[in-house]
């Protein structure tokens, strides 16, 4: 089992993703979880997860993956905050070792549009970021160096998105459909998405189940059925959400806000 962690968090919070594995493998004898660093510590873990180019983060851990005996007969993945559309796009790009379950808890698969609060101790980065986005979010400078950027997703200004947005215009097929992507995402079993209910750090909260804000205007939301994503079936969620492969689940509480009891009856069976 492979975890990715969260913004604004390193894999060895003993707080967040420690925690996490740990349960894990009191709850399930024998389990093997892989929890992904980038860097050579937690403090370059930290920063790659502001920093360092979404792209080759993917990259580094579909390596990661191969090079790992233990998942060659497949895994299943559950990332937290922007590591799930980070693991959504090692689904789509590496196929081996298979991915058998994605569970994204709290991602943002159609990005965000605002930054309203930061999750941890890392409030002064947030208003660097903010800062940043807010001037220039598309510029190949903020694309290339602000990992946030790359998920930023202006709905006033659809056209620089799909051309400009490095990493989730791709991975979402804004500029043209990768049969492959297509492909390789419906070889997973299942896809479950957690929302939770009272999110106050994503924007717009819809962005958890794969819905976002209407293009053109920054109020109203759509679901992701309604989405062209899904009624053109560019990426084949439709397929696979007729198949009985996406779950949608929601939780009470703010972001990644849930308890042990939540967590064993909700999330631990698609672990088994």
């Given at each position: 089992?492979?975890?990715?962690?969260?913004?604004?968090?390193?894999?060895?919070?003993?707080?967040?993703?420690?925690?996490?594995?740990?349960?894990?493998?009191?709850?399930?004898?024998?389990?093997?979880?892989?929890?992904?660093?980038?860097?050579?510590?937690?403090?370059?873990?930290?920063?790659?997860g502001?920093f360092?180019?979404?792209?080759?983060?993917?990259?580094?851990?579909?390596?990661q993956?191969?090079?790992?005996?233990?998942?060659?007969?497949?895994?299943?993945?559950?990332?937290?905050?922007?590591?799930?559309?980070?693991?959504r796009?090692?689904?789509?790009?590496?196929?081996?070792?298979?991915?058998?379950?994605?569970?994204?808890?709290?991602g943002?698969?159609?990005?965000?549009?605002?930054?309203?609060?930061?999750?941890?101790?890392?409030?002064?980065?947030?208003?660097?970021?903010?800062?940043?986005?807010?001037?220039?979010?598309?510029?190949?400078?903020?694309?290339?160096?602000?990992?946030?950027?790359?998920?930023?997703?202006?709905?006033?200004?659809?056209?620089?998105?799909?051309?400009?947005?490095?990493?989730?215009?791709?991975?979402?097929?804004?500029?043209?459909?990768?049969?492959?992507?297509?492909?390789?995402?419906?070889?997973?079993?299942?896809?479950?998405?957690?929302?939770?209910?009272?999110?106050?750090?994503?924007?717009?909260?819809?962005?958890?189940?794969?819905?976002?804000?209407?293009t053109?205007?920054?109020?109203?939301?759509?679901?992701?059925?309604?989405?062209?994503?899904?009624?053109?079936?560019?990426?084949?969620l439709?397929?696979?959400?007729?198949?009985?492969?996406?779950?949608?689940?929601?939780?009470?509480?703010?972001?990644?806000?849930?308890?042990?009891?939540?967590?064993?009856?909700?999330?631990?069976?698609?672990?088994?």
């Open positions: 089992h492979v975890i990715w962690q969260i913004f604004c968090d390193s894999c060895c919070n003993p707080l967040s993703m420690g925690a996490i594995k740990k349960m894990m493998e009191e709850e399930i004898p024998g389990i093997y979880v892989l929890s992904l660093m980038i860097g050579k510590n937690v403090v370059q873990d930290t920063e790659n502001f360092m180019d979404v792209n080759q983060q993917v990259s580094l851990v579909c390596s993956l191969a090079q790992d005996a233990r998942l060659k007969g497949g895994f299943n993945a559950m990332g937290f905050s922007q590591g799930a559309q980070f693991l796009a090692v689904a789509q790009r590496c196929p081996s070792p298979p991915m058998k379950t994605l569970i994204s808890v709290g943002q698969h159609q990005g965000v549009y605002g930054l309203p609060r930061c999750p941890g101790e890392s409030s002064h980065i947030c208003d660097v970021i903010r800062k940043a986005l807010n001037s220039g979010a598309y510029s190949d400078m903020v694309q290339k160096h602000l990992v946030q950027a790359q998920y930023w997703h202006d709905p006033l200004n659809d056209d620089l998105y799909k051309k400009h947005s490095l990493f989730l215009a791709d991975i979402n097929q804004e500029r043209a459909v990768n049969e492959t992507y297509k492909k390789n995402l419906q070889l997973l079993e299942k896809f479950v998405m957690v929302k939770f209910l009272q999110d106050s750090v994503v924007d717009p909260v819809v962005s958890e189940w794969f819905g976002f804000l209407k053109g205007q920054a109020k109203e939301t759509e679901t992701l059925q309604e989405s062209l994503l899904y009624k053109e079936d560019r990426l084949g439709a397929a696979m959400d007729k198949a009985g492969k996406l779950v949608f689940l929601a939780t009470e509480g703010d972001h990644l806000q849930f308890t042990r009891e939540w967590f064993n009856a909700n999330l631990l069976p698609y672990l088994r």
